[in-house]
């Protein structure tokens, strides 16, 4: 889950109750992942790095204060926009389709759980090759809904899919194939997917006996169960621009 937009601008994440549900860092792995993956790219002090649909720069402060890192963080929604240039991130408000950056401006575009919101995933990834500069990474994190989902936890895909259009591990990779982006690595990342539910879990119960909630923890349970099966997940993948 993630506090990114749709290219609308309608984010089912940006609302106060998600807030509270989710916490500061909205995506699955929070800002251990941003950290970990921020490595892999070897972003540092000299890395121009866009971030991508950022919410409320979360993810930007964290690149900023540890890494030493320049970030301009893009959201399409005002809201967002202006929680992030409130505490003081380089933010401007922009489509993912259309990125608001020349070509081959930046060392690092990072998009944490977002793509799946998009409309158009294919074209916005091609935005993000387009800006970046040649040698530079993409770093991709987003939720996995493999085939059998639909099939298998047809309440969880429907839950799922009422937020975002996730891909199966593999639809990721061949975005990046398509953008002639080279894929440096993938990872899937089930602990991370875990921890989110477990989080809702934890901050439903005890709003347990209120009928809607109970439903939404036994759709929960049954996602718990779905990741454990590898039905459903998270993926983190870093692409290198030729």
């Not at 916005?124 to 989902?149: K, Q, S």
């Not at 990721?172 to 990872?187: C, G, K, N, T």
């Amino acid at each position: 889950m993630s506090l990114g937009p749709t290219v609308s601008g309608v984010s089912s994440y940006a609302s106060v109750a998600a807030r509270w549900l989710l916490g500061a860092s909205a995506h699955p792995g929070g800002a251990s992942l941003t950290r970990y993956a921020a490595r892999l790219a070897n972003v540092n002090a000299q890395s121009f790095v866009l971030d991508v649909a950022g919410g409320v720069g979360s993810s930007a402060d964290l690149l900023r204060a540890e890494m030493r890192a320049s970030v301009i963080n893009v959201d399409i929604e005002a809201r967002s926009a202006r929680a992030a240039r409130a505490r003081g991130v380089l933010t401007v408000r922009g489509d993912a389709l259309e990125l608001p950056v020349r070509d081959a401006a930046v060392d690092v575009v990072l998009c944490e759980c977002a793509m799946s919101t998009f409309p158009a995933p294919s074209r916005a990834v091609a935005e993000m090759a387009r800006a970046l500069a040649p040698g530079g990474r993409l770093i991709l994190t987003d939720v996995v809904a493999e085939l059998d989902l639909r099939r298998a936890h047809p309440a969880v895909d429907a839950g799922v899919r009422r937020l975002s259009a996730p891909l199966p591990a593999v639809g990721y990779a061949d975005l990046i194939a398509r953008a002639r982006l080279e894929l440096v690595s993938q990872e899937a990342r089930p602990d991370d997917a875990r921890e989110v539910i477990d989080r809702l879990l934890k901050r439903l119960r005890p709003l347990a006996a209120v009928p809607a909630v109970h439903r939404l923890r036994t759709t929960l349970r049954e996602a718990r169960t779905a990741v454990d099966e590898g039905s459903l997940g998270y993926t983190l993948l870093i692409a290198s621009k030729p």
